[in-house]
T-cell receptor
């Protein structure tokens, strides 16, 4: 089984709808991240969480919110989706205690906002 | 924050070595150099990392310049499965300032 899973894998929605993307991990890591990927732009950090009680904004948090329901679960919400939020979204985890820790990424969620 | 610069794309023949360059002229002393790659339709995966010394693992080698302002990821024998986008990133302790640039798209020619 995959260490990091994301649901749904694909989602098409309409402008103004509320959308939730979910991420679960079995690595036992405390630190979890949400990234957005647009063509030709690499990945940009949306939100990150160092433990269940910790939430931090990343580079591009406007229009998004997150919830850390448990150590293993980190959800990303779009309260009112807009077309420029159409992108590929990745969840990642890391033990994160040193510079040398590796990030483990999920398979991604492709979101289309019409 | 320190950033990295990579060529947009590179090509390699199958079974030949590939040298993927990365410039990071504003690197700080606490930044580790990490490389990730993203295969088509997948999330990024870790390749290798280092601080000052050259590093080898089963996937690749990392050569770091003496002044740390540049590094090179070396794939010793490119295979078709190595066709991917390769990202060079600088990591502090918490990944909270990590910037994934556009990376280098590597094509491997049979």
């Amino acid at each position: 089984d995959a260490d990091v899973t994301q649901t749904p894998r694909n989602r098409i929605t309409k402008t103004g709808k509320r959308i939730m993307l979910e991420c679960s991990q079995t690595k036992g890591h405390d630190r979890m991240y949400w990234y957005r990927q647009d063509p030709g732009l690499g990945l940009r950090l949306i939100y990150y969480s160092f433990d269940v009680k910790d939430i931090n904004k990343g580079e591009i948090s406007d229009g998004y919110s997150v919830s850390r329901q448990a150590q293993a679960k980190f959800s990303l919400s779009l309260e009112s989706a807009i077309p420029n939020q159409t992108a590929l979204y990745f969840c990642a985890t890391t033990r994160g205690t040193t510079h040398t820790d590796t990030q483990y990424f999920g398979p991604g969620t492709r979101l289309t906002v019409l | 924050d320190a950033k990295t610069t990579q060529p947009n794309s590179m090509e390699s023949n199958e079974e030949e070595p590939v040298h993927l360059p990365c410039n990071h002229s504003t690197i700080s002393g606490t930044d580790y150099i990490h490389w990730y790659r993203q295969l088509p339709s997948q999330g990024p995966e870790y390749v290798i990392h280092g601080l000052t010394s050259n590093v080898n693992n089963r996937m690749a080698s990392l050569a770091i310049a003496e002044d740390r302002k540049s590094s090179t990821l070396i794939l010793h024998r490119a295979t078709l499965r190595d066709a991917a986008v390769y990202y060079c990133i600088l990591v502090k302790t918490s990944y909270d300032k990590v910037i994934f640039g556009p990376g280098t798209s590597l094509s491997v020619i049979p």
